[in-house]
């Protein structure tokens, strides 16, 4: 079971006239992981899923879901999975609870299992307290908690989540991480896109680093780190001048160096005898040091050069 794959991509590209937003782009997605693909605005990432549940026709390769040739048989898979998109799809002048009924009755469920996976859903997602309230009236994350209820009323085997917490603020998003992982532990496999390292990082078992339509790298969170960089970082303000100052022929063994404008991140296996050295060099001059794990944000950086929020 564990070893079954859920979702596999073989060389997909697809071209919009002239411009190609995804680039033999190979995936494979195993069965009850929660897979993330991460990377900035524009990398292809919405493009992708939109291949990957049918509504997008690749202009080349091929996509299999449960085993199944989506461009063949759409409907057989369309029928086991969940969406939700980047951008929610709601009736703005219905209460949540109608909502769910609604859409529980398009998924074909009567009473009473109807009510019963509507009311199963209100409780998952937290929506009791505002069940009866029109959404044109909710926040953000309540619609957008309510946008994921709907895309679970068919138990799906796959959930797919474009963005799920673009937007809102770190409670609701810690919220919505826990029910992932709920789905999750119950078997359920997710592939949602992100472009917060963190949400990757801290939600993803798995992951594919995307860039202009392209997977730069793919693997587990702790592993992509560990190949290109080290598990510590120090992070210090310093100009290119005072770098072989500071740096140079220090008798460490320092896995990696990486520059963005004056800030310089140095990655290895262990921070404190490094801190001390550049203190020692750097005398009289109490220089802000910062020491942090390493995580998926340089991995991007020491891949592509830019950083995810867009070369800042
Ligand atoms: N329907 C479309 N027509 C033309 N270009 C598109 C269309 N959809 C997406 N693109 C382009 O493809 C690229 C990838 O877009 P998208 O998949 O939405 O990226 P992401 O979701 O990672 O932000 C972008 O340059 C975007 O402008
Ligand atoms: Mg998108």
């Not at 520059?259 to 020692?280: F, T, W």
Request: with cysteine; charged share 25%.
């Amino acid at each position: 079971m564990t070893s079954e794959i859920i979702v596999e991509a073989a060389a997909v590209s697809k071209r919009f006239g002239t411009r190609l937003a995804v680039d033999h782009l190979s995936l494979e997605i195993p069965a009850g992981v929660c897979f993330g693909l991460l990377g900035p605005n524009g990398a292809g990432k919405t493009t992708t899923l939109r291949m990957i549940y049918g509504v997008t026709r690749p202009s080349s390769g091929t996509i299999r879901v449960f085993g199944i040739d989506i461009a063949r048989d759409p409907r057989a898979v369309r029928s086991r999975l969940g969406v939700t998109l980047q951008q929610n799809v709601l009736i703005e002048a219905l209460s949540p609870e109608e909502n769910l009924r609604v859409f529980g009755r398009y998924h074909l469920l009567r009473e009473p299992e109807l009510s019963r996976r509507v009311n199963q859903l209100l409780d998952f997602l937290e929506l009791r307290s505002h069940e009866r309230l029109p959404v044109r009236q909710l926040s953000g994350g309540f619609q957008r908690r309510l946008a994921i209820a709907l895309s679970l009323m068919n138990q799906p085997e796959l959930l797919i989540l474009d963005e799920p917490t673009t937007g809102l603020d770190p409670a609701v998003r810690l919220a919505l991480w826990s029910r992932v992982r709920d789905l999750t532990a119950t078997g359920t496999t997710v592939l949602l896109t992100t472009h917060y390292m963190d949400e990757a990082q801290r939600l993803c078992d798995r992951v594919a680093i995307i860039s202009g339509g392209k997977v730069i790298d793919e693997g587990a969170p702790a592993a992509l780190i560990a190949t290109h960089l080290a598990p510590e970082t120090v992070e210090l303000d310093c100009t290119p001048e005072e770098e072989p100052i500071l740096l140079g022929g220090l008798a460490l063994p320092l896995r990696r160096r990486l520059r963005v404008g004056r800030r310089v991140m140095i990655y290895l296996q262990d921070a404190s005898s490094l801190v001390e050295q550049i203190r020692h060099r750097d005398q009289g001059d109490r220089r802000e040091m910062v020491i942090r794990p390493a995580n998926l944000e340089d991995v991007f950086l020491a891949l592509t050069g830019t950083s995810l929020e867009g070369g800042q």
